[in-house]
């Protein structure tokens, strides 16, 4: 279920919505028929649609979330599938033009950014969850470090955020095993803030998005500026590294039968080169 109910946006872009009530401003991923996979054209609205609520002083608090099924399914793999069978695809390009600067962003926002996971959050939709300072999810939601499935790394910060949220060992079974966190296992671990039941879940996150529109918000700027002093310092520097270490695997013969196996509905056969 979406956080938004039957209300107009106040823009619409061709993937993503922007909602204002109040001080709150609600970001909605609308690509539900992709399951809100990135693709070119969601990284571009959205980035666009963060770049507006941080410049708009009435904005004091930012929701974001996924409409449909699912939060975010991580990349649009059928978007760039001819270049990744044939071991041409620009990872790097692609993460430092779009995904970069959408988690940065999110992070240097001088107010509160509440993500609201509705569903599936995988590879990098589970990136961009992290991203925000407060994680709430449905009952039924999970969260997967997918890319091991197609012979990639962790990007767009996943190797950052989750271990500074979980520690190594289990971000470390995240990255390597792929296997799903259901939202009970991941408020255990420490990977999110809250998990409400789906049919309250529209409610809840809107309130707590009001609840921090209603506070102090130069506050809230300086525990962020905190916390990403401590946590996040080396942020642009260790987001290079991901960069460049996805960029040799998407020249892989793994990644290139990881993504041949996924188009192909069948289990991928690993050589390890």
Not at 72 to 85: F, I, N, Q, R, T
Not at 226 to 238: S, T, V
């Amino acid at each position: 279920m979406s956080v938004v109910g039957d209300e107009q946006p106040a823009r619409h872009y061709e993937t993503v919505d922007l909602y204002r009530d109040g001080a709150v401003a609600k970001i909605v991923l609308n690509r539900p028929q992709r399951m809100n996979a990135w693709s070119d054209g969601l990284s571009e609205d959205l980035l666009t649609v963060l770049r507006e609520v941080e410049h708009d002083s009435d904005v004091r608090a930012v929701l974001l979330t996924g409409a449909g099924k699912a939060f975010c399914s991580g990349a649009d793999l059928k978007e760039g599938a001819d270049e990744a069978v044939a071991g041409q695809l620009d990872t790097y390009k692609v993460l430092t033009r779009w995904y970069h600067p959408i988690v940065t962003t999110i992070r240097q926002l001088p107010k509160p950014v509440v993500t609201a996971v509705n569903g599936p959050a995988a590879g990098a939709g589970l990136s961009l969850a992290l991203a925000g300072d407060l994680v709430v999810a449905t009952e039924s939601a999970y969260f997967v470090l997918a890319f091991v499935g197609i012979g990639l790394v962790p990007d767009g910060g996943a190797s950052l955020f989750v271990p500074s949220r979980v520690g190594f060992a289990r971000a470390a079974e995240m990255a390597m095993l792929g296997e799903p966190v259901s939202a009970a296992k991941a408020v255990d671990w420490g990977l999110i803030n809250f998990v409400w039941p789906d049919t309250e879940f529209a409610a809840k996150a809107e309130g707590l998005a009001q609840r921090l529109a209603d506070g102090p918000t130069l506050s809230y700027a300086g525990s962020k500026r905190e916390l990403n002093h401590w946590l996040y310092d080396r942020m642009d520097a260790h987001l290079e590294v991901e960069a460049s270490l996805q960029r040799e695997l998407a020249k892989s013969a793994d990644f290139i039968e990881g993504v041949t196996a996924f188009l192909e509905k069948r289990p991928p056969k690993y050589t390890g080169k």
